[in-house]
Protein backbone atom coordinates (compact mmCIF):
# COMPACT_ATOMS: atom_id res chain seq x y z
CA UNK A 1 0.00 0.00 0.00
CA UNK A 2 2.61 2.38 1.22
CA UNK A 3 4.41 2.14 -2.71
CA UNK A 4 0.91 2.91 -4.38
CA UNK A 5 0.69 5.76 -2.27
CA UNK A 6 4.60 7.09 -2.77
CA UNK A 7 4.13 6.35 -6.37
CA UNK A 8 1.05 7.76 -6.87
CA UNK A 9 2.16 11.27 -5.09
CA UNK A 10 5.56 11.15 -7.47
CA UNK A 11 3.14 10.96 -10.18
CA UNK A 12 1.41 13.55 -9.07
CA UNK A 13 4.52 15.78 -8.71
CA UNK A 14 6.18 14.93 -11.79
CA UNK A 15 3.74 15.78 -14.22
CA UNK A 16 2.56 18.95 -12.14
CA UNK A 17 6.45 20.01 -12.32
CA UNK A 18 7.43 19.20 -15.82
CA UNK A 19 8.10 22.20 -17.75
CA UNK A 20 8.55 24.60 -15.25
CA UNK A 21 11.55 26.24 -15.74
CA UNK A 22 11.12 25.96 -19.54
CA UNK A 23 7.26 27.38 -19.31
CA UNK A 24 8.59 30.31 -16.73
CA UNK A 25 11.25 31.42 -19.45
CA UNK A 26 8.32 31.69 -22.17
CA UNK A 27 5.95 33.76 -19.97
CA UNK A 28 5.00 37.04 -21.38
CA UNK A 29 7.97 39.14 -21.89
CA UNK A 30 9.74 37.84 -19.06
CA UNK A 31 13.26 39.25 -20.01
CA UNK A 32 11.92 42.26 -21.81
CA UNK A 33 12.44 45.90 -20.73
CA UNK A 34 9.79 48.44 -21.19
CA UNK A 35 10.07 51.61 -23.02
CA UNK A 36 8.43 54.47 -21.34
CA UNK A 37 8.11 58.62 -21.87
CA UNK A 38 11.48 60.11 -20.40
CA UNK A 39 10.47 62.70 -17.68
CA UNK A 40 10.66 64.93 -18.93
CA UNK A 41 9.17 63.80 -22.16
CA UNK A 42 9.96 66.92 -23.92
CA UNK A 43 6.51 66.58 -25.93
CA UNK A 44 5.43 68.41 -28.81
CA UNK A 45 2.57 68.00 -30.96
CA UNK A 46 2.01 68.79 -34.79
CA UNK A 47 -1.36 69.07 -36.74
CA UNK A 48 -1.82 66.51 -39.79
CA UNK A 49 -4.43 66.84 -41.90
CA UNK A 50 -6.08 63.49 -40.78
CA UNK A 51 -4.02 62.85 -37.53
CA UNK A 52 -2.16 64.48 -35.17
CA UNK A 53 1.49 63.83 -34.83
CA UNK A 54 3.03 63.41 -31.24
CA UNK A 55 7.31 63.93 -30.80
CA UNK A 56 8.18 62.46 -27.56
CA UNK A 57 11.43 61.47 -25.75
CA UNK A 58 11.10 58.36 -25.07
CA UNK A 59 13.69 56.23 -22.59
CA UNK A 60 14.40 52.80 -22.14
CA UNK A 61 14.44 51.04 -18.55
CA UNK A 62 17.83 49.25 -18.89
CA UNK A 63 20.16 51.38 -20.57
CA UNK A 64 18.65 54.73 -19.50
CA UNK A 65 19.06 55.71 -23.44
CA UNK A 66 16.91 58.61 -24.69
CA UNK A 67 15.33 58.68 -27.85
CA UNK A 68 13.30 61.16 -29.86
CA UNK A 69 10.33 59.10 -30.71
CA UNK A 70 7.24 60.23 -33.27
CA UNK A 71 4.26 58.26 -33.65
CA UNK A 72 0.17 59.51 -35.17
CA UNK A 73 -1.84 59.36 -32.32
CA UNK A 74 -5.52 58.03 -33.60
CA UNK A 75 -3.91 55.70 -35.89
CA UNK A 76 -1.64 54.19 -32.99
CA UNK A 77 -4.67 54.74 -30.55
CA UNK A 78 -5.31 51.15 -29.86
CA UNK A 79 -1.89 49.59 -30.06
CA UNK A 80 -0.83 52.12 -26.94
CA UNK A 81 -4.04 50.79 -24.76
CA UNK A 82 -2.95 47.30 -25.34
CA UNK A 83 0.71 48.41 -24.90
CA UNK A 84 2.32 47.50 -27.69
CA UNK A 85 4.79 49.44 -29.80
CA UNK A 86 3.21 51.99 -32.01
CA UNK A 87 4.48 52.20 -35.58
CA UNK A 88 6.65 55.18 -35.29
CA UNK A 89 7.82 57.80 -38.31
CA UNK A 90 10.37 60.65 -38.99
CA UNK A 91 9.14 64.08 -37.42
CA UNK A 92 9.93 66.84 -40.31
CA UNK A 93 6.97 68.49 -39.79
CA UNK A 94 6.86 72.32 -38.55
CA UNK A 95 4.36 73.26 -35.28
CA UNK A 96 0.79 73.70 -35.87
CA UNK A 97 0.08 76.96 -34.64
CA UNK A 98 -2.81 76.94 -31.96
CA UNK A 99 -2.45 73.38 -31.22
CA UNK A 100 -0.88 72.80 -27.60
CA UNK A 101 -0.45 69.44 -25.44
CA UNK A 102 -0.43 69.58 -21.90
CA UNK A 103 1.11 66.61 -20.23
CA UNK A 104 -0.22 64.65 -17.05
CA UNK A 105 1.63 64.60 -13.52
CA UNK A 106 2.88 61.34 -13.96
CA UNK A 107 4.15 61.98 -17.63
CA UNK A 108 2.12 59.26 -18.96
CA UNK A 109 -0.97 60.48 -20.65
CA UNK A 110 -1.33 64.01 -22.46
CA UNK A 111 -4.59 66.47 -23.30
CA UNK A 112 -5.16 67.67 -27.03
CA UNK A 113 -5.73 71.36 -27.89
CA UNK A 114 -7.06 73.29 -30.52
CA UNK A 115 -7.73 76.39 -29.51
CA UNK A 116 -9.87 76.70 -26.47
CA UNK A 117 -11.20 73.46 -27.72
CA UNK A 118 -10.61 69.80 -25.90
CA UNK A 119 -10.05 67.58 -27.84
CA UNK A 120 -8.79 64.47 -25.95
CA UNK A 121 -6.58 62.93 -23.65
CA UNK A 122 -4.29 59.89 -24.65
CA UNK A 123 -1.69 57.91 -23.18
CA UNK A 124 1.64 57.60 -24.41
CA UNK A 125 3.73 54.57 -25.38
CA UNK A 126 4.70 51.99 -22.80
CA UNK A 127 5.70 48.95 -24.34
CA UNK A 128 8.29 45.81 -24.04
CA UNK A 129 11.28 46.48 -25.51
CA UNK A 130 12.48 43.57 -28.07
CA UNK A 131 15.52 42.53 -26.44
CA UNK A 132 13.77 39.56 -24.34
CA UNK A 133 12.90 37.30 -27.34
CA UNK A 134 17.18 36.43 -28.14
CA UNK A 135 17.51 36.23 -24.36
CA UNK A 136 14.74 33.38 -23.95
CA UNK A 137 15.80 31.70 -27.24
CA UNK A 138 19.74 31.63 -25.73
CA UNK A 139 18.36 30.27 -22.31
CA UNK A 140 15.91 27.43 -23.48
CA UNK A 141 18.43 25.00 -24.12
CA UNK A 142 19.59 25.38 -20.74
CA UNK A 143 15.96 25.29 -19.26
CA UNK A 144 15.39 22.18 -21.16
CA UNK A 145 18.22 20.43 -19.64
CA UNK A 146 16.83 21.64 -16.42
CA UNK A 147 13.41 20.38 -16.77
CA UNK A 148 14.81 17.10 -17.98
CA UNK A 149 16.51 16.47 -14.97
CA UNK A 150 13.65 17.11 -12.67
CA UNK A 151 11.26 14.74 -14.42
CA UNK A 152 14.62 12.63 -14.57
CA UNK A 153 15.27 12.44 -10.93
CA UNK A 154 11.48 12.05 -10.26
CA UNK A 155 11.31 8.67 -12.45
CA UNK A 156 14.54 7.37 -11.01
CA UNK A 157 13.14 8.01 -7.40
CA UNK A 158 9.45 6.00 -8.40
CA UNK A 159 11.49 3.16 -10.44
CA UNK A 160 13.63 2.72 -6.84
CA UNK A 161 10.57 3.29 -4.80
CA UNK A 162 8.99 0.02 -6.38
CA UNK A 163 11.90 -1.82 -5.27
CA UNK A 164 13.12 -1.93 -9.05
CA UNK A 165 17.11 -2.66 -9.79
CA UNK A 166 18.98 0.61 -10.33
CA UNK A 167 19.26 1.50 -14.19
CA UNK A 168 22.17 -0.73 -15.87
CA UNK A 169 21.89 -3.52 -13.52
CA UNK A 170 22.94 -6.94 -15.47
CA UNK A 171 21.85 -10.11 -14.02
Known amino acids: MRQVLVSGWLL ?20 DGFNEPARPPNLQVFK ?10 EVNENTDRIE ?17 RPHFVHFDLPEFPGV ?14 E ?16 SGRVKQV ?4 GTLIADATIIGGYVWVYWMSIGAPPFGTCY
Open 12 to 31: VIAFGLSGCATRTLWENHAF
Open 48 to 57: TPNDWLVRYD
Open 68 to 84: QRAYYVMANDAAIKDHK
Open 100 to 113: RAVISADGQQFTLY
Open 115 to 130: GDQRLGTYELPVYPAR
Open 138 to 141: LLTP
